[in-house]
């Protein structure tokens, strides 16, 4: 079931792997739908993630790849197609989704989604809020839905540290851990700058206590043993350990993988760069281990269930997206800024968005 659509597509469009600085637009065939389960969305806006930029260059090229490559995971629009066994949308719903593997490619004017991933927009969100939301807020929950599950007593009334307070995932973790999982108390590093900021924009979700990390160190701050939960943004896994109790865990998006969990989502990833990341994942349990820590390395799965809950959460006051910089497709010059400044992973607020004009 479809409605008219063109033909071609504007795109964000890689003939390489590359650094932002060669990011171009260019023109793409349509997606087109081939198993029963799809639906075509016409994307209105798409965030961008760390993992983006990192597949368009040196981390791309130990999973190969087929060029012309697309970019991005996340996306709001409308759905414009479904397939033939699609019953829970309907042709103009409004949704968004983080999309799979084989769907990526999100900074264009079209793009492909299973229902399982896709989820109806929150009514009181901008396509370009929306847009925010799916990797980084789904990445934060099942990271602290971990915690809950496997810190003693779940995670309410405890302290948990999540650095980089004012990042797309952190920003996302630290309102849910006050909010929805009841932190007694939420630790953050920021620099001097976003100190201030990030009471402006989070408002009574704000962390209750901030390390400047240029000039403090958070053992200096809280003290040995003082954090049930660590959400590791950043790599500081291994330097924020004293700091977390024994007893403890650490979840962690920043160091390598998991690698059985990596190649179940990214099939084309060698089986000897599975066996390294495994190899490098048993060290960091054990060397966790020895100090009574727990230690999780977190692949994503993105799902609509997920979605849902997110959705419930904002229209209820309790998570709102932060949208640092918004550009255009048309924009080329803009997105490669946007890009680049993800990849160095300094300075930015919130979550990087493309709205698709």
Excluded at 305 to 316: G, P, T
Aim: charged content about 20%; glycine content about 10%.
């Amino acid at each position: 079931m479809t409605s008219k659509i063109p033909t071609t597509m504007r795109a964000i469009a890689l003939t390489k792997f590359c650094t932002p600085a060669e990011y171009d637009l260019g023109t793409l065939p349509m997606p087109k739908i081939t198993k029963p389960d799809e639906l075509l969305i016409r994307v209105r806006a798409a965030s961008v993630n760390p993992v983006d930029v990192k597949l368009a260059s040196s981390m791309g090229k130990m999973l190969g790849g087929k060029f012309p490559s697309k970019l991005g995971y996340d996306l709001a629009g409308e759905v414009v197609a479904i397939g033939n066994e699609v019953s829970t949308f309907k042709i103009g719903d409004e949704v968004y989704s983080r999309v799979a593997t084989e769907h990526k490619g999100t900074l264009a004017e079209y793009c492909l989604s299973y229902v399982s991933t896709t989820a109806l927009k929150p009514p009181s969100l901008s396509f370009a809020e929306a847009a925010a939301i799916p990797l980084a807020a789904q990445t934060a929950l099942q990271s602290l839905d971990f915690g809950e599950e496997h810190v003693t007593g779940g995670l309410k009334g405890k302290v948990v540290y999540i650095p980089a307070g004012l990042s797309g995932t952190g920003s996302f973790a630290i309102q849910l851990a006050k909010n929805v999982f009841g932190a007694k108390s939420v630790v953050t590093s920021l620099s001097p700058g976003k100190v201030n900021l990030i009471g402006e924009l989070m408002g009574e979700s704000a962390p209750d206590v901030i390390v400047d990390y240029t000039k403090q160190k958070t053992l200096d701050v809280m003290g040995k043993g003082s954090v049930d939960f660590m959400f590791d943004t950043v790599g500081e896994t291994i330097k924020g350990l004293s700091v977390v109790k024994r007893g403890g865990m650490i979840v962690s998006i920043s160091l390598a993988p998991q690698g059985t969990d990596f190649k179940t989502k990214n099939p084309s990833l060698p089986i000897y760069i599975e066996y390294i990341l495994n190899v490098v994942d048993w060290v960091l349990r054990t060397y966790t281990g020895w100090f009574g820590v727990s230690y999780k390395s977190l692949v994503l799965q993105g799902n609509s269930k997920d979605l849902e809950r997110l959705s419930a959460w904002v229209e209820q006051g309790k998570l709102k997206p932060i949208v640092g910089s918004l550009v255009t497709l048309s924009d080329v010059e803009g997105v490669r800024k946007g890009c680049q400044q993800i990849l160095d992973g300094k300075g930015g607020v919130g979550k990087f968005v493309v709205e698709i004009d």
